[in-house]
């Protein structure tokens, strides 16, 4: 079975999303809220990094890592729908 990673990041508290969606846009990738609609400061914070190839997800994520604006970066593998 094929396991398809996704990567994620979480924002320092109180950190806003613009210098890491420049960054996203230099890399040809989009960060997705993960949470959309949320009003906490918590949920707010976490992204999920899409349209990159499979094989540049490591590389975006050790850039993320080093991000003044980035608490968190890793790969997770993908969710699967119910009966997948």
């Given at each position: 079975m094929?396991?398809?990673?996704?990567?994620?990041?979480?924002?320092?508290?109180?950190?806003?999303?613009?210098?890491?969606?420049?960054?996203?846009r230099?890399?040809?990738?989009?960060?997705?809220?993960?949470?959309?609609?949320?009003?906490d400061?918590?949920?707010?914070?976490?992204?999920?990094?899409?349209?990159?190839?499979?094989s540049?997800?490591?590389a975006?994520v050790?850039?993320?890592?080093?991000?003044?604006?980035?608490?968190?970066?890793?790969?997770?593998?993908?969710?699967?729908?119910?009966?997948?």
């Amino acid at each position: 079975m094929l396991c398809r990673m996704e990567a994620v990041l979480a924002l320092y508290p109180g950190h806003r999303a613009d210098a890491v969606q420049a960054w996203a846009r230099q890399a040809g990738v989009q960060l997705v809220a993960m949470f959309p609609g949320a009003q906490d400061d918590d949920g707010q914070r976490w992204y999920l990094l899409q349209g990159a190839d499979a094989s540049r997800l490591p590389a975006l994520v050790a850039q993320l890592q080093g991000h003044p604006d980035v608490d968190a970066a890793y790969l997770k593998p993908a969710g699967e729908p119910p009966g997948g």
